[in-house]
Nanobody, 120 residues
Framework: VQLVESGGGLVQPGGSLRLSCAAS????????MSWVRQAPGKGLEWVSD????????YYPDSVKGRFTISRDNAKNTVYLQMNSVKPEDTALYYC??????????????WGQGTQVTVSS
């Protein structure tokens, strides 16, 4: 199993960024996928979930209405569109696979992370 994130970088407050996570080594369309972030000096924070088919998504209040998770099962890729970013969105963003087809499943594989820095 391999998860490879890309798309991070420096963005100004109010700007947009799209993260991608390319998956390989498993049947991508069978699994819930997530984005999780870690800000400097802080713990892990769940950012979003998407079900295996892509029709159901979940967000915490901190990003709801600003971030959108999506997936392309034909390309084995999950995305995170980040709009109206804030300095507090600065973090290392990880793509993670849930162990099954449920939000209740723990994460079993993680990518290496992609850094997002929001600053003027």
């Amino acid at each position: 199993v391999q998860l490879v994130e890309s798309g991070g970088g420096l963005v100004q407050p109010g700007g947009s960024l799209r993260l991608s996570c390319a998956a390989s080594g498993f049947t991508f369309s069978h699994y819930y996928m997530s984005w999780v972030r870690q800000a400097p000096g802080k713990g892990l924070e769940w950012v979003s979930d998407i079900n295996s088919g892509g029709g159901t998504t979940y967000y915490p209040d901190s990003v709801k209405g600003r971030f959108t998770i999506s997936r392309d099962n034909a390309k084995n890729t999950v995305y995170l569109q980040m709009n109206s970013v804030k300095p507090e969105d600065t973090a290392l963003y990880y793509c993670a696979r849930r162990a099954g087809n449920s939000r209740q499943d723990d994460y079993d594989y993680w990518g290496q992370g992609t850094q997002v820095t929001v600053s003027s």
